[in-house]
């Protein structure tokens, strides 16, 4: 093991020799994604790629006016870039906030460096408030470090030559140096992060919804495209006299020739769009976009949009102790005085006041005289008793609080008091006089007994036996909104979890105050030593101490398996695995860089009371867009039933303007209105399934009623135009059947839109026949019309109560069989299914790709910036002085740096 001189650190040469060797403190902090990332992230899916398909064929034709519809594909692809863009910015600002410098000590003096400029065996200093920069052993001096972020446990541990310092924890009182051991991917908080770098898919049912639509979608494009083509050519090729031996040879024929089918190619265009979702893709964009602004008014940072979606469904919540439930900070939870007021005071010392007990007066003087200093014990009881009226007296000497004697003292003129440790600070004989008493507060907090001594040494040593006067009580400072949030959680039947890294029993009693249900029974994780045992306590247990970073990783999984969809809490870096496995994760701006990087949310003020508004944005998207999907559901649907059916019972019957009437009052308007009113309802159900449900009924109602027009319309010799509008005011029938279902119950702003709706149409219908292509109907023929829409709004309700009695299907997803499997019941029965793809395969070897050449990126910058750090102790050369410069190259163990060689004199 190397050795640096304490004093001196290393010299220029050394440090240069370990950079040379790529002994470099490399960042390797979780970054958020590049603008680049973002901007291909949101670019390249598949809804882009069939509408940028479709557009080239438009432009094949010089339609240019066609290309309207690319609007929708722009502004759903800006929504998207634009929110992931603000969600990266706003947690960029918040690292930023974080010290990255650190003090090293180089040729015998104190340098300031950036963290990726420390290299392996550096002297480092390190004092109060000061965040560990590498893993190292302290070489001198003392302190009491905060590892909360790593481990969950809340209790300081000290730190004295010889002991290790993991990087990511903080000083939180004293003064030391340390040597550094580990550096870049070696450190403690390295290896977490490097866990935590794979891609999380996101867990989403609206997303995974519009993307099997669109999959579908796609897939049947193809065929009824090229059947629609296929007709649409044949008609102009019967309109061209048949010329040539085929219809297939004279359309090979004319794009040779340059003269591109144009009225055949936009029909088969226009009748694909309608089978895209389109608006449905904006109004989901849009409507979740909406609630991610109205979440940052209330300081809530959703990095991406489903996520909101996701934690409305949680039916686990799993807590991270410190930081969520707790502040971090200790807090006076009660003190108990003994019956020994006023007994043995010395002669020249003054009484203590009548209106205060002598542990209130010992308790609030020792902490003031020892504030100097003050750890989190004195600051909780400066705290407590900064509005408590209790006398101020001068002390006459301190004893500061020393972690060897675990007590602090101080003497004045009503006497001299202890304050610390029971064990430490009482005789035996004493001590077993009050164990019962303490045995019994510890159970929930930690103890510290107050006694009175007959004064102190010059040591600092107490003269003669301590006798108490009284115990205090400290504990985490339990969040003032933790109980009621807690309560909103159980009243919506989600279960809790809370899951530290600290002793299990102060886990418990702080789980039991703000009232997680089974919290008495607890467990403590250094038992849970195979998977097996980790499975039998999720299912048995509801709180868990002394829990590791990989066990709490392990913990998500094993409730994932049972078919739970987890949220996880927390704010250190013991989180980040868990905060990365589970399926939404929220974490809090004051913790770790790591944590707010994975986190799906961020919790800008620190404030856990902010999940319930999360779950209320999410609970009135998923609703509001299940009740507005199936408007523009019903019409993807329709059109693809009446494109399959139009190619054996030619024409189509609507008409491009008749279909804008359609889409703007009986889709368009009611979705977002729908899409955006105020809707805390519980979501049941899957949200693909909720939606066919309504949209099925008024397509089939439709497509029957389509059938039924074209057939009356062949018998009865009916005109196109008459066809055209049976089929336009049928439809719309169906349509406003479906608005009137999905705004069940009737509220006024639902029987507003409704109105609005009917009155609509009419007006279109009525006022502008021209421009609609509304026919004049005769008598006969508008009581046809009249018997059809009344078949049609007749079948539309009976499929509808029809699919609200269907029972939902159960699934439950297994994993461990390789790529994995899918088991489907439902009422047909089981169906096993593979969860893998080669297509998933592909991308995950592609973004392995693209993190081998950004790691490759950061080595060759941490390279130059450890090399700036060396220049900072080098002293300027003269100008002139023909220095030859060192070369810089990659090598198997990292950076290789070649030194010039010296000439001999």
């Not at 001189?5 to 220029?12: A, C, K, M, P």
């Not at 390295?190 to 979608?217: C, G, H, P, Q, T």
């Not at 461990?816 to 009422?827: A, E, M, Q, S, T």
């Amino acid at each position: 093991m190397a050795t640096t001189d304490i004093e001196r650190g290393l010299s220029t040469a050394e440090v240069e020799e370990r950079i040379a060797a790529g002994k470099i403190n490399r960042n390797m902090e979780l970054k958020t994604k590049s603008v680049r990332e973002l901007i291909i992230e949101n670019l390249c899916t598949l809804f882009n790629l069939i509408n940028v398909i479709l557009a080239i064929l438009v432009i094949m034709t010089g339609s240019f006016k066609n290309l309207t519809f690319l609007f929708v594909v722009f502004l759903n692809t800006a929504i998207g870039v634009i929110q992931s863009m603000r969600s990266k910015k706003m947690v960029d600002k918040l690292t930023l906030l974080t010290s990255k410098k650190a003090i090293a000590v180089r040729d015998g003096a104190e340098v300031e460096l950036d963290l990726d400029q420390i290299v392996l065996d550096d002297i480092i200093r390190l004092g109060r408030g000061d965040q560990i920069p590498a893993d190292a052993v302290v070489v001198s001096g003392e302190a009491l470090v905060n590892e909360s972020l790593l481990t969950g446990e809340s209790d300081l541990i000290k730190k004295q030559p010889g002991s290790e310092l993991m990087s990511g924890s903080f000083i939180d009182s004293g003064l030391l140096r340390a040597r550094v051991v580990h550096v870049g991917a070696d450190n403690y908080v390295a290896k977490i992060n490097d866990e935590a770098k794979y891609v999380k898919k996101v867990n989403s049912e609206i997303m995974n919804a519009l993307n099997a639509i669109v999959r579908f979608a796609s897939v049947i494009m193809i065929p009824l495209g090229l059947a629609l083509f296929a007709a649409s050519v044949s008609g102009l090729w019967d309109a061209a006299g048949t010329p040539g031996n085929s219809a297939l040879s004279w359309c090979f024929s004319e794009l040779l020739a340059g003269r591109v089918p144009s009225s055949a190619l936009l029909s088969t265009v226009g009748a694909l769009l309608g089978m895209i979702p389109q608006g449905l893709v904006l109004l989901t964009s849009s409507v979740l976009a909406i609630a991610t602004v109205r979440l940052a008014r209330r300081k809530v940072l959703a990095q991406q949009l489903y996520c909101i979606e996701t934690l409305a469904r949680v039916d686990v919540l799993c807590l991270d102790k410190t930081g969520t439930i707790t502040s971090g900070r200790m807090e006076v939870e009660g003190t108990y005085p003994l019956p020994v007021e006023g007994v043995g005071l010395a002669p020249d010392e003054a009484p203590v006041p009548v209106d205060t007990t002598v542990l209130d007066f010992a308790l609030a003087n020792v902490a003031r005289a020892t504030s100097a200093d003050a750890n989190e014990t004195c600051q909780a009881l400066l705290n407590y008793y900064a509005d408590r009226p209790v006398e101020v007296s001068e002390p006459l000497s301190v004893i500061p609080f020393s972690s060897s004697k675990k007590w602090s003292g101080a003497s004045f003129a009503q006497g001299s008091y202890v304050m610390g440790a029971a064990q430490f600070v009482l005789s035996e004989r004493i001590f077993a006089q009050v164990e019962n008493r303490v045995a019994e507060l510890a159970d929930t907090c930690r103890v510290l007994v107050v006694a009175r001594v007959d004064g102190f040494t010059p040591d600092g040593d107490m003269v003669g036996e301590a006798e108490p006067v009284g115990f205090v009580t400290i504990r985490d400072e339990i969040r003032t909104s933790a109980a009621e949030t807690i309560g909103y959680f159980n009243e919506q039947g989600v279960t809790l979890n809370v899951i530290s890294g600290d002793d299990p029993r102060t886990v418990s009693s702080i789980a039991r105050v703000v009232g997680v249900p089974g919290a008495d029974a607890y467990v403590d994780a250094t038992t849970l030593d195979t998977p097996s045992k980790i499975d039998a306590a999720v299912d048995r247990y509801h709180v868990f101490g002394r829990v590791t970073p990989q066990q709490k990783r392990e913990l998500v999984q094993a409730l994932k398996r049972r078919g739970h969809t987890v949220a996880m809490t927390g704010d250190g870096v013991n989180d980040v695995l868990a905060l990365k496995e589970a399926d939404c994760s929220v974490a809090m701006a004051a913790g770790s860089d790591a944590a707010r990087n994975v986190a799906e949310i961020v919790l800008v003020d620190n404030d856990f009371a902010s999940m319930p508004a999360v779950v209320a944005e999410g609970r009135r998207s998923i609703n509001n867009l299940q009740r507005s999907a199936s408007l523009f559901l019903t019409k993807t649907l329709f059109s693809m039933g009446l494109a399959a059916l139009c190619i054996a019972l030619p024409p189509y019957p609507f008409e491009p303007i008749q279909m804008t009437l359609i889409n703007f009052f009986c889709i368009g308007a009611p979705g977002f209105v729908l899409g955006l009113e105020p809707n805390n309802a519980r979501v049941k159900g899957s949200f693909l399934t909720n939606v066919l449900k309504r949209a099925l009924p008024a397509s089939v109602a439709v497509i029957l009623a389509a059938a039924l027009d074209i057939f009356v319309a062949r018998v009865f010799g009916f005109s196109q135009l008459t066809l055209s509008t049976m089929c336009l005011l049928t439809s719309c029938a169906a349509s406003v059947s479906l608005i009137w279902r999905i705004s069940q119950p009737l509220t006024p702003l639902r029987v507003v839109l409704f109105v609005f709706v009917v009155v609509g149409i009419l007006a279109g219908v009525i006022g502008f026949p021209e421009l609609l292509s509304i026919a004049n109907l005769s008598m006969g023929e508008a009581i046809i019309l009249l018997v059809i829409v009344v078949f049609t709004c007749g079948v539309f309700f009976k499929l509808a109560t029809m699919m609200d009695s269907l029972k939902p299907r159960r699934r439950h997803a297994a994993t461990g069989f390789g790529r994995g499997v899918r088991v489907r019941l439902g009422r047909g029965g089981g169906k096993v299914s593979s969860t893998g793809s080669t297509a998933e395969r592909f991308a995950k070897r592609v973004a392995a790709d693209m993190a081998q050449r950004r790691e490759e990126r950061t080595t060759r910058e941490a390279e130059a910036r450890a090399l700036e750090g060396v220049e900072k102790t080098q002293p300027k050369k003269k100008k002139g002085a023909g220095v030859k410069r060192s070369r810089v190259t990659k090598s198997a163990q990292g950076i290789k740096v070649s030194m010039p060689s010296k000439k001999k004199k």
